[in-house]
């Protein structure tokens, strides 16, 4: 693909275009198509041993896993489930199974029996494929999945009965698996991501074959990349986070990915070792990342091959944004997206970033705010981010919640799909996060936006992380709630709930001030690193009623 060099964002909106052939695979029409020489991927183990792989070894690797597998009886529509950490040998299982149609199942690590066996039952996956760290897990869910035949281990050789292992079950395949007349493509489904489930039990999210060209836009102008780059994005595979910023769009706009299979908690300073001495070129990290990175001397650092940051998956308070760009001279580009979608908003090299705003809706995505009564809003008012469909559908937009039509006739309403987000746009079209619906707060008439809160607080040197929430109030309907964790040095009490009330009051508007602040060692958060508001609000219910 030609990358554009717009000189304004208008200029953008009208030269960029994507088609989407109608038998699209990217397996087929990417990567056996790329030079199998080209550098396709750096990889560092948990041990720190750096290794190189070109698009040759994908292809051949991808293609003995999908006459392998294809022996052992997957077939176009299977689900399989995949737990690898950030192991390289994911990239080969994902592009197998495009090859084949069978429909891969990304998940996290950190997943417990009872979550697998819930998923798997719930997909009715028949083959998983795992790190041997891993295996235990499954094989004690396994009594209770009775659709699951095929069990593949990666690593260290399988010990159980009942297991293949990976490298074995590759050694005895050929080497080529060309594409035929009924090889998957287009609208066919290609991958399943389970939801996070913050709202709920999760939801199968089902992306077709075009989806991978979705991301383009992900890489090519939100990261920035040409070719030559080197890529890291920090996310776990088991998330769709890691299609965004580790596959798909780098690979189409020509650059490499980096890939740090660290193992655990990350820390700041060891990651900014890596990429300096890496000479990684782009960089994409939740702004909690970020947080912690600007906490460390980034001056001891050599960062100078670093040219481009992004950041996406909550608020970047702007203290952050200020902190990075001084000591590093880059400003962070901020993105949207859900699991249902591609990139849909983003600021983007030829924008003026707006620290805290997610910048402008990306080509080819019809944005519309909606009120609750289903009417466009105005500047300055917030609604519910809502996407327009049109014929021929929407490039990198689901298809809907597998299995569930019910779901997915709740968000796709008259024409739209409902994000259940909320955000308002300024006077230049850009956008401003406020929070999934469900967590708006209505306090005495006002509605307050946990965001907007969080923001602040997170400016003050006492806190490390926050979540806002609302509790019932006699008075005014719900009470503001920052449930907060402190930094090292700090200790909670009263002098300090009052400094940080005072704190929110002077910098924001004074409605919005948490009349309850509870300091908390941790914060619930999702298996991807996403704050849980719910179930702080489940937990203050439970206290209620006690």
């Not at 299977?78 to 690898?84: F, G, K, P, T």
């Not at 990139?343 to 924008?351: E, G, H, S």
């Not at 705010?369 to 105005?378: I, K, Q, S, T, V």
């Not at 700090?490 to 919005?512: F, H, I, N």
Request: charged content about 25%; overall charge negative.
């Amino acid at each position: 693909m030609h990358k554009l060099k717009p000189a304004s964002y208008e200029e953008f909106l009208e030269q960029f275009r994507v088609d989407a052939p109608e038998t699209y695979n990217f397996a087929f029409d990417f990567l056996d198509k790329a030079d199998p020489k080209t550098l396709a991927m750096v990889h560092v183990d948990p041990q720190g041993k750096r290794r190189e792989y070109d698009f040759g070894w994908f292809q051949e690797r991808s293609a003995r896993l999908a006459n392998a597998l294809t022996a052992q009886g997957l077939a176009k529509g299977d689900r399989v489930m995949l737990i690898l950490y950030r192991r390289v040998e994911y990239w080969v299982c994902m592009l197998a199974l495009h090859r084949i149609g069978a429909l891969p199942i990304p998940s996290p690590s950190l997943l417990t029996p009872h979550d697998i066996e819930f998923r798997v039952n719930f997909a009715h996956v028949k083959a998983a494929i795992v790190e041997d760290s891993v295996a235990d897990r499954v094989a004690a869910a396994l009594p209770k999945c009775p659709t699951l035949s095929l069990l593949v281990q990666v690593g260290a050789e399988p010990k159980a009965d009942g297991w293949l292992g990976f490298e074995p079950l590759l050694a005895s395949a050929d080497a080529s698996f060309p594409r035929t007349p009924d090889s998957p493509g287009g609208r066919d489904p290609m991958v399943i991501f389970f939801s996070s489930g913050t709202t709920g039990m999760p939801k199968m999210v089902l992306h077709s074959f075009t989806y991978p060209l979705g991301h383009y836009t992900t890489a090519a102008y939100w990261h920035d990349l040409e070719p030559g780059d080197l890529h890291l994005t920090l996310s776990d595979t088991g998330w769709a986070k890691s299609v965004w910023g580790k596959f798909y769009g780098q690979w189409l706009a020509g650059a490499a990915v980096f890939v740090w299979d660290f193992r655990g908690k990350f820390d700041p300073a060891e990651l900014l070792q890596i990429i300096a001495e890496h000479k990684v070129t782009t960089f994409c990290a939740p702004p909690t990342v970020y947080r912690f990175l600007v906490r460390q001397d980034l001056k001891s650092f050599d960062l100078s091959h670093l040219r481009h940051c992004v950041t996406a998956g909550e608020l970047l308070n702007e203290s952050v944004f200020r902190d990075w760009q001084t000591a590093t001279g880059l400003p962070i580009y901020e993105g949207y997206g859900q699991t249902e979608t591609c990139l849909q908003i983003a600021t983007f090299r030829c924008m003026n970033p707006k620290p805290g705003s997610l910048g402008k809706p990306c080509p080819g995505w019809d944005l519309v705010l909606m009120d609750d009564e289903g009417r466009p809003c105005e500047p300055g008012v917030e609604g519910e981010i809502c996407i327009r469909l049109k014929e021929g559908g929407v490039l990198g937009l689901f298809q809907g919640y597998l299995d569930e039509p019910e779901r997915t006739a709740k968000v796709i309403i008259d024409g739209f799909y409902h994000t259940g987000d909320k955000a308002w746009v300024d006077e230049d079209g850009y956008y401003w996060f406020m929070g999934r619906t469900d967590d708006l707060i209505k306090s005495s008439g006002y509605r307050v936006g946990p965001f907007e809160v969080e923001s602040v607080l997170l400016e003050h040197d006492a806190v490390r992380e926050c979540a806002v929430t609302g509790v019932p109030d006699p008075v005014r309907g719900h009470a503001v709630k920052a449930t907060i964790v402190l930094n090292d040095g700090y200790a909670g009490g009263e002098e300090l709930v009052r400094e940080l009330q005072t704190w929110v009051k002077k910098r924001t508007a004074p409605y919005k001030y948490p009349r309850i602040i509870d300091f908390t060692d941790a914060l619930p958060k999702t298996v991807n690193g996403k704050i849980r508001r719910a179930a702080i609000r489940d937990n203050d219910a439970g206290n209620r009623e006690e």
